[in-house]
């Protein structure tokens, strides 16, 4: 592993706790793992923030060309991952339904 | 036939394209992903090329020798021979006394073996024009210049890998035929998928297991075909790019012949690299001095590398050249960054220049699919990628058969029995023929002659009896219920991935400890772990159908008695 591989670690996290923010934007999944109803936009936000960060990170990793289908892939992986445990421990997710996310926060 | 709405109509489409080209598109998938680790799956298969990736070796030393003594393939000599020589010319030429036009040899970052090959000419051909060449083959261990034994087959890169593509059906090029439709209609699938889907943003995560299977099937088709949509389109896309000019539309060579001949002859002048022999006999300089060149001015340009591909052409002859390529490792795109040498005198007759847009992004698209890259992370996402496009196939054989079978019991109707019956074949047989192939190849003896040909038919003995056995077992299905032969399948492939690791460690000494700790060698210690995977899975899928299928039985005969 040389210095910049190193970059695809972070990229990886990012990428699932993006993918898992974005599910929790959902009010079918939130309610999987906890009770009330998801601030949508802020978690779509964070979501897609963190796809960019993702890209970022891809992108110090690998050439630009390579970046773009690890990126792509990634997501894929992340999304397919992020599904599965929604399916089957979808309370493996509680950490990422911090306060700021729920709807009551807002008001 | 008339639809209510476009929905309605895609949806047909979907169905039945879907249906149709899944079983083609299954193997393409399936021997897709396992092509992406090809030369691991050669290495466990050839226990005598377990050695670590080799450099190009020197051609003065190395390369000449086994040029000079390798011979034109027999079977290929028979069939072409009486069609590329002029009967009037004279006698026709001897196998082996063919004379060489053009060496190449060829490497990348996963070869410890090297691939090598010659075109031989045919010296009183009937159409002078083309260029009538009989190849003969090698495969060396770079290390000592010695051959591979013959009668070994590259499972990976000579089997499963060019399955995924042809189907292994050369006559006529058919199995390509069949690839291209299938992949062509893929895309159709993909687009009219789309169109149907309700709630693509909504379901997007979604996989309810405990609805029942009809719901949760579609739910796990939907996002397997979702999450993974641009891997699913740009390979399709990729996949019919890649052959399109050589397949699919051959204008070049058919309807442009005039042109493309033309286009050659315009090229050989403008690049000054000699398109015909000269006639003139002339010796070859340094070949290993040109490399050490051809190294010194990639460094110079910013991108030091080694030597993948290196070709001599017009062997022998004033006209020679050599051509040097780059091993393209560390990027996307299938570029050489080829320099060209005078054979005689070693002297740069050209340099290719950086390519134009349009050709880079051709480059760039199949490059992806071609993955000549070192970047092992991405590999296991393209395996991934691949599996699930097979899981999206295999779910949408399933969603057609849940939904239509107790209809189709009702009416007497045989239609999902049969559909049933070829998705246990695609879905479950190739594994089991996969696998049986990789057992054979350690269980049958070392020097047995033609091992490879008795590899490759028990993969296809393997595949049949998977059709024969879920045919036979299907009758269940009329009546509405699951044929057996899924979950009987699943154990035969879980007994046979075990046996194949516990036969690669007690014919070869290669043991997972071994492989993984003490002397690691990734190429088979990945394969050994892949087939435990397979064991795993299967063994908890046929646990599961197992289970299902016992509660069955208990609660129609609690029925019974009340």
Same mark, same amino acid.
């Given at each position: 592993?040389?210095?910049?591989?190193?970059?695809?670690?972070?990229?990886?996290?990012?990428?699932?706790?993006?993918?898992?923010?974005?599910?929790? #934007?959902?009010?079918? $999944?939130?309610?999987?793992?906890?009770?009330? !109803?998801?601030?949508?936009?802020?978690?779509?936000?964070?979501?897609?923030?963190?796809?960019?960060?993702?890209?970022?990170?891809?992108?110090?990793?690998?050439?630009?060309?390579?970046?773009? *289908?690890?990126?792509?892939?990634?997501?894929?992986?992340?999304?397919?991952?992020?599904?599965?445990i929604l399916s089957m421990r979808p309370r493996m997710l509680k950490w990422l339904s911090l306060g700021i996310f729920a709807e009551e926060f807002r008001r | 036939m008339k639809f209510a709405n476009t929905r309605q109509a895609m949806a047909w489409l979907h169905t039945w394209l879907g249906l149709i080209f899944g079983f083609v598109l299954m193997i393409c998938f399936f021997f897709g992903a396992l092509s992406v680790f090809d030369r691991e799956i050669d290495r466990w298969a050839i226990p005598d090329t377990r050695f670590?990736?080799?450099?190009?070796?020197?051609?003065?030393?190395?390369?000449?020798?086994? =040029?000079?003594?390798?011979?034109?393939?027999?079977?290929?000599?028979?069939?072409?021979?009486?069609?590329?020589?002029?009967?009037?010319?004279? &006698?026709?030429?001897?196998?082996?006394?063919?004379?060489?036009?053009?060496?190449?040899?060829?490497?990348?970052?996963? &070869?410890?073996?090297?691939?090598?090959?010659?075109? =031989?000419?045919?010296?009183?051909?009937?159409?002078?024009?083309? $260029?009538?060449?009989?190849?003969?083959?090698?495969?060396?261990?770079?290390?000592?210049?010695?051959?591979l034994p013959s009668n070994s087959l590259k499972i990976g890169s000579d089997w499963f890998y060019p399955l995924h593509y042809s189907l292994n059906l050369n006559w006529n090029f058919i199995g390509f035929y069949i690839v291209g439709i299938a992949a062509f209609f893929m895309l159709v699938a993909l687009v009219s998928g789309v169109w149907i889907h309700r709630k693509i943003f909504r379901e997007f995560f979604t996989f309810r297991r405990e609805k029942k299977t009809q719901r949760a099937t579609l739910d796990l088709h939907n996002m397997s075909g979702v999450v993974a949509l641009p891997f699913h389109f740009f390979f399709a896309l990729t996949g019919l790019i890649i052959f399109a000019a050589f397949y699919y539309l051959p204008v070049t060579n058919t309807m442009l012949k005039p042109l493309h001949d033309m286009h050659e002859t315009m090229e050989a002048n403008a690049t000054g690299l000699p398109h015909q022999r000269l006639g003139i006999t002339a010796q070859i300089a340094s070949v290993d001095d040109m490399v050490t060149e051809a190294k010194r001015r990639w460094a110079a340009r910013d991108?030091?590398?080694?030597?993948?591909?290196?070709? /001599?052409? $017009?062997?022998?002859?004033?006209?020679?050249? /050599?051509?040097?390529?780059?091993?393209?490792?560390?990027?996307?795109?299938?570029?050489?960054?080829?320099?060209?040498? !005078?054979? #005689?005198?070693?002297? /740069?007759?050209? %340099?290719?220049?950086?390519? @134009?847009?349009?050709?880079?992004?051709?480059?760039?698209?199949?490059?992806?699919?071609?993955?000549?890259?070192?970047?092992w992370f991405l590999r296991w996402l393209y395996v991934l990628g691949g599996l699930l496009?097979?899981?999206?196939?295999?779910?949408?054989?399933?969603?057609?058969?849940?939904?239509?079978?107790?209809?189709?019991?009702?009416?007497?109707?045989?239609?999902?029995?049969?559909? &049933?019956?070829?998705?246990?074949?695609? /879905?479950?047989?190739?594994?089991?023929?996969?696998? #049986?192939?990789?057992?054979?190849?350690?269980?049958?003896?070392?020097?047995?002659?033609?091992?490879?040909?008795?590899?490759?038919?028990?993969?296809?003995?393997? *595949?049949?009896? +998977?059709?024969? $056995?879920?045919?036979?077992?299907? @009758?269940?299905?009329?009546?509405?219920?699951?044929?057996?032969?899924?979950? %009987?399948?699943? =154990?035969?492939?879980?007994?046979?991935?075990?046996?194949?690791?516990?036969?690669n460690w007690l014919t070869t000494g290669d043991h997972l400890i071994k492989t993984i700790f003490t002397t690691p060698y990734w190429a088979v210690a990945g394969v050994?772990? #892949?087939?435990?995977?397979?064991?795993?899975?299967?063994? !908890?899928?046929?646990?599961?159908?197992?289970?299902?299928?016992?509660?069955? %039985?208990? +609660?129609?005969s609690e029925a019974a008695y009340e």
């Open positions: 592993m040389n210095n910049s591989t190193v970059w695809l670690i972070p990229a990886i996290i990012l990428m699932l706790v993006a993918m898992g923010w974005l599910a929790l #934007s959902l009010p079918g $999944h939130w309610k999987q793992v906890r009770s009330g !109803k998801p601030a949508s936009r802020r978690l779509r936000l964070a979501g897609w923030s963190a796809i960019v960060l993702s890209a970022l990170c891809c992108l110090k990793a690998d050439h630009a060309t390579m970046a773009v *289908l690890v990126w792509l892939m990634l997501m894929a992986a992340a999304a397919a991952s992020v599904g599965m | 670590d990736p080799q450099p190009m070796p020197s051609f003065d030393n190395v390369l000449i020798d086994v =040029f000079n003594r390798t011979e034109p393939d027999i079977a290929e000599y028979n069939r072409l021979m009486p069609v590329y020589h002029d009967s009037a010319a004279g &006698d026709i030429t001897p196998r082996t006394e063919l004379p060489a036009d053009e060496y190449w040899a060829y490497t990348t970052h996963r &070869d410890p073996v090297l691939l090598m090959g010659i075109g =031989f000419r045919v010296p009183k051909p009937l159409n002078t024009k083309e $260029h009538n060449h009989i190849h003969g083959r090698a495969t060396i261990d770079p290390r000592s210049g010695e051959e991108m030091a590398g080694e030597v993948g591909f290196l070709m /001599v052409h $017009h062997v022998g002859d004033a006209n020679s050249y /050599v051509s040097i390529y780059r091993a393209g490792s560390d990027r996307v795109s299938l570029v050489g960054e080829g320099i060209h040498f !005078k054979s #005689s005198n070693g002297e /740069v007759l050209r %340099e290719d220049p950086p390519h @134009s847009t349009a050709k880079s992004i051709a480059e760039f698209l199949t490059g992806l699919h071609l993955q000549h890259f070192e970047h496009g097979c899981v999206c196939i295999a779910t949408g054989f399933i969603f057609f058969t849940e939904k239509r079978k107790q209809q189709h019991a009702k009416n007497n109707s045989q239609g999902s029995r049969i559909v &049933d019956a070829f998705a246990i074949t695609t /879905v479950t047989g190739i594994i089991i023929a996969a696998v #049986s192939m990789l057992v054979a190849n350690r269980i049958l003896p070392a020097d047995l002659a033609n091992k490879g040909d008795w590899e490759k038919w028990i993969f296809c003995i393997a *595949l049949s009896f +998977s059709f024969l $056995h879920a045919t036979l077992r299907s @009758s269940p299905v009329v009546r509405g219920e699951k044929n057996p032969a899924w979950r %009987e399948q699943c =154990f035969i492939i879980t007994a046979l991935a075990i046996t194949a690791v516990t036969a050994d772990l #892949s087939l435990l995977a397979v064991a795993a899975t299967s063994w !908890k899928a046929a646990a599961r159908l197992q289970s299902e299928s016992i509660e069955k %039985e208990q +609660s129609s």
